[in-house]
């Protein structure tokens, strides 16, 4: 069931787009690139309704009827908390709404991992296995796949910068060593995660949900940083294209509400 709905099309797809921009360097990471496209474009209708609910519940926390509904229930939080839902559910609002999407990208993240390693099968017994995932329709001269990007980045090893220019500074040495350079590509996955975080988590008033909301801006995009830094740099460079559309649509999506707001109503 895995194999046939999550893996095996995502290998193919990713061969496919390989093939397309010539099977050569940095052909593979192209791939990804357009791979993360395609599955944002897919998902879009699930991570536009996460973000217009997101500027919706912003907008009803500054409201006065919010306001009131907190002063009035503030010594009682069950209460406080079914009336906010009592609110949430008038307007049509999901609090929830935005896990989906999240829940959603775990196989793709899953499943693109295991792809792109199996798509830098090297030894006899790796090429045997992935000739098991590739449909009929892709060229097996494909393979074994040009794994190189940008002219450093292996992209079926984690991704380090060396810098042999400090080989002779103590503390910096070690950045200049083989296999210990700088992760740059998980810096700047940590930067877009939080970013992205920041344009689709909403503002609360509530305190509790404040510290969470806060917790969950600092600890996700540090988990997804870790997970960009110790695994397939390919994993890493669909996190960071994925992180840039999705501050991209966010942006967009701000300005868009903005311009609205700012039209004078119909009379």
């Avoid at 895995?2 to 940095?26: E, H, R, S, V």
Wanted: glycine share 6%; hydrophobic share 45%; charged share 15%.
């Amino acid at each position: 069931m895995w194999n046939t709905f999550i893996l095996d099309p995502m290998i193919n797809a990713l061969l496919w787009i390989y093939q397309l921009f010539g099977a050569g360097p940095n052909a593979f990471g192209f791939a990804i690139i357009v791979f993360t496209a395609l599955v944002r474009v897919l998902t879009l209708p699930l991570t536009y309704k996460q973000m217009q609910s997101s500027m919706m519940m912003a907008d009803i926390q500054k409201s006065k009827k919010w306001k009131n509904i907190q002063e009035k229930y503030k010594g009682n939080k069950q209460k406080l908390q079914e009336e906010q839902m009592k609110l949430y559910k008038e307007l049509g609002i999901n609090p929830l709404g935005g896990c989906l999407p999240l829940l959603i990208q775990f196989p793709v993240i899953i499943g693109l991992y295991q792809a792109i390693i199996r798509t830098m099968a090297a030894s006899p017994f790796q090429l045997l296995d992935l000739s098991k995932h590739i449909y009929s329709v892709i060229p097996s001269s494909l393979i074994p796949l040009n794994s190189q990007f940008l002219g450093y980045m292996n992209l079926g090893q984690p991704e380090r910068l060396t810098l042999p220019f400090l080989a002779g500074v103590p503390i910096l040495s070690a950045l200049a060593e083989p296999g210990k350079g700088l992760p740059v590509l998980a810096v700047l996955v940590v930067i877009t995660s939080f970013l992205q975080t920041k344009l689709t988590t909403p503002p609360t008033s509530d305190s509790q949900g404040a510290a969470m909301s806060q917790m969950m801006s600092l600890y996700m995009p540090l988990f997804i940083g870790y997970l960009a830094y110790s695994f397939a740099s390919g994993l890493a460079l669909y996190f960071f294209a994925s992180n840039l559309l999705g501050i991209l649509q966010g942006v967009v999506m701000r300005r868009k509400r903005q311009s609205a707001e700012m039209k004078p109503a119909k009379s």
